[in-house]
């Protein structure tokens, strides 16, 4: 059986190419099979493979298919088991990138803030030279200090 992309689906159907098409259920999930005017059967299939679309959940394929422009044809759920349905991505990927994006913005926010305080202090701006100078001698004093408990 051949495979048909949503684009060649929605022209064959432009053009008068498909006679119909069946949502037929198989293991846990539906797949759109089209039948053209060729006489040749295809599946839907992904974008830019020929692995077939696979849909959970046969209103998503009939939403697809209504926004394509085909809204008759048949339903064949034979062959379909939901035990065998698999199991859906669901939002846990989602919800731990909003997560992550929330406690971004928490820390840009807290982050703007701190920034907001020192621009705002009143005390005078030191050099980078007198910062050194004080700390070499707080790191001296240190030191004489730890050498005269020893």
Do not use: C
């Not at 949503?6 to 999930?29: C, D, H, M, P």
């Not at 053209?36 to 493979?49: E, I, Q, Y």
């Not at 034979?78 to 994006?101: D, F, M, V």
């Not at 913005?105 to 305080?117: C, D, N, Q, T």
Request: aromatic letters at 4%.
């Amino acid at each position: 059986m051949q495979s048909m992309t949503l684009e060649q689906l929605r022209a064959a159907r432009n053009i008068g190419g498909v006679t119909g098409v069946t949502l037929k259920g198989q293991g846990g999930a539906f797949f759109v099979q089209i039948a053209t005017r060729s006489g040749v059967n295809a599946v839907l299939a992904k974008a830019r493979s020929s692995e077939p679309r696979r849909f959970g959940n046969p209103a998503a394929a009939l939403n697809v298919l209504r926004d394509v422009g085909i809204t008759n044809g048949q339903f064949d759920a034979s062959e379909w088991n939901p035990a065998e349905k698999e199991p859906a991505p669901g939002t846990s990927g989602r919800a731990e990138t909003l997560r992550k994006a929330h406690r971004a913005a928490a820390y840009s926010e807290w982050l703007a803030g701190e920034i907001e305080k020192v621009i705002d202090d009143p005390r005078p701006n030191l050099s980078h030279d007198e910062v050194m100078a004080e700390m070499d001698a707080d790191i001296a004093a240190l030191q004489r200090s730890s050498e005269g408990r020893a």
